[in-house]
């Protein structure tokens, strides 16, 4: 998964805090979220902290906040769904209900195109017309 460089720096000074001395990758499945020795945290334990540092969040929370912001921001689902690691039909399931503004923003988009299609047509009936009468003037 593509991440920005600042959290990949974040992640890289961990990863080298934790392993001294050590390129990166030595250590097979690290974890992003692990004891001192390696082994992974509990998601419960990290979603205590979150709740001790007075944050409305939960370890798994953020998997959702990640997509719903993605999802706000007009990312491809299919993109949004690989970057949570899950079937794309699957992730539209999950999120369809968290964003119902964007059915009213896809509403608004249709009248749009429908209505400047209608506009143009009116429009160039309008020309036609005007230019007839012009016409039909005596000389």
Partial sequence: MALPASVLAILKHEYLTRYPGDSLGLHGDDYICAWEEGRPLDPRYVSGAFEKLGLP??????????????????????????????????????????????????????????????????????????????SNLPQ
């Fill in 57 to 134: 969040v939960t370890f798994h929370g953020l998997r959702h906040s990640h997509d719903t912001m993605l999802f706000r921001h007009k990312v491809d689902s299919k993109l949004v769904a690989d970057r949570a690691g899950r079937d794309e039909a699957l992730t539209q399931e999950i999120y369809e209900h968290v964003l119902p503004d964007q059915q009213d923003q896809v509403a608004k988009l249709i009248e749009k195109i429908l209505f400047k299609a209608l506009k143009k047509k009116q429009k160039k009936r309008d020309e036609q017309q005007s230019s007839n009468t012009f």
